[in-house]
Nanobody, 115 residues
Framework: QVQLVESGGGLVQPGGSLRLSCAASGNIFGINTGGWYRQAPGKERELVASMSTGGRTNYADSVKGRFTISRQYGWNTLWLQMNSLKSEDTAVYYC?????????WGQGTQVTVSS
């Protein structure tokens, strides 16, 4: 089992920045992909960014050039640096880790971009 706890969300003005963290515990040795998803009210959960063990990254078109995913070696911590935030980035952000057989989710952290 793997436990994921997100932190770093909050209220920020448009154009501002936030850094989300996802702390992992448990049996993380089998993890091969980590990612961030978000879900806005009335919308489906969507992929924001992901990273593989080999370092390959993938970003949603809407966040390219503004968000950066990174991780601590060994998958202990996953981060999402969010710059130039827009109102449409408002959502609950979830951390997700994957092994070959299992998907793990955190509880989510709220990000609100508003003036």
């Amino acid at each position: 089992q793997v436990q994921l706890v997100e932190s770093g969300g909050g209220l920020v003005q448009p154009g501002g920045s936030l850094r989300l963290s996802c702390a992992a515990s448990g049996n993380i040795f089998g993890i091969n992909t980590g990612g961030w998803y978000r879900q806005a009210p009335g919308k489906e959960r969507e992929l924001v960014a992901s990273m593989s063990t080999g370092g390959r990254t993938n970003y949603a078109d809407s966040v390219k050039g503004r968000f950066t995913i990174s991780r601590q070696y060994g998958w202990n911590t996953l981060w999402l640096q969010m710059n130039s935030l827009k109102s449409e980035d408002t959502a609950v952000y979830y951390c997700q880790f994957r092994s070959y057989s299992t998907v793990y989710w955190g509880q989510g952290t709220q990000v609100t971009v508003s003036s």
